[in-house]
T-cell receptor, first 114, second 114 residues
Framework: NAGVTQTPKFRILKIGQSMTLQCAQD?????MYWYRQDPGMGLKLIYY???????DKGEVPNGYNVSRSTTEDFPLRLELAAPSQTSVYFC?????????????FGEGSRLTVL | AQSVAQPEDQVNVAEGNPLTVKCTYS??????LFWYVQYPNRGLQFLLK??????LVKGSYGFEAEFNKSQTSFHLKKPSALVSDSALYFC????????????FGTGTLLAVQP
């Protein structure tokens, strides 16, 4: 099992460009999440999904979009990149809800917006 | 609103000594509490969780955590620290409602000196 796979691992964007961070899991988990990690700020939830076709906003959704067309994939779209979106992005999945289920994290995608 | 606080940015301990990493929480309902560890350039890994039952929870790598309802705390402990325990530790909380959102603290860097 590969677990949770994120691509790319590193990316530099110019202000105003767009890109998609890819996330795939092979554990047949219903729940998937996108977090961003900033120094001294911990992890902030951007979006999450409880199953294919169902997504919802987290704490910091502005500037991002997601889709969940399959159980396996949960891409994160950045439109009109801004320097404030420079961060490390983590995708995670779980079998059960956050309340009881252990989250499995990918290795992260480091994004720099210049 | 639920929240979690980790009052120490860094904890230093000598190898072989006991360690404690502090965490306090605030939720409106029953707390679901978690500890995760992050090694350099990696995603977070689950250590342990408290949902209900015994106040002392045992987890991976010899770690344990003590739930204290009156002090709203969930401190992470280990009787004898190893240099390999050096990492970033995150406390997280999820409320008992339907929000399904795991809220992370800002993290505590544990440095174990040989």
């Amino acid at each position: 099992n590969a677990g949770v796979t994120q691509t790319p691992k590193f990316r530099i964007l110019k202000i105003g460009q767009s890109m998609t961070l890819q996330c795939a899991q092979d554990m047949n988990h219903n729940y998937m999440y996108w977090y961003r990690q900033d120094p001294g700020m911990g992890l902030k939830l951007i979006y999450y999904s409880v199953g294919a076709g169902i997504t919802d906003k987290g704490e910091v959704p502005n500037g991002y979009n997601v889709s969940r067309s399959t159980t396996e994939d949960f891409p994160l779209r950045l439109e009109l990149a801004a320097p404030s979106q420079t961060s490390v992005y983590f995708c995670a999945s779980s079998y059960g809800t956050s309340r009881t289920g252990e989250l499995f994290f990918g290795e992260g995608s480091r994004l720099t917006v210049l | 609103a639920q929240s979690v606080a980790q009052p120490e940015d860094q904890v230093n301990v000598a190898e072989g000594n006991p360690l404690t990493v502090k965490c306090t929480y605030s939720v409106s309902g029953n707390p679901y509490l978690f500890w995760y560890v992050q090694y350099p350039n990696r995603g977070l890994q689950f250590l342990l969780k408290y949902i209900t039952g015994d106040n002392l929870v045992k987890g991976s790598y010899g770690f344990e955590a003590e739930f204290n309802k009156s002090q709203t705390s969930f401190h992470l402990k280990k009787p004898s620290a190893l240099v390999s325990d050096s990492a970033l530790y995150f406390c997280a909380v999820c409320d008992g409602g339907a929000t399904n959102k795991l809220i992370f603290g800002t993290g505590t860097l544990l440095a174990v000196q040989p």
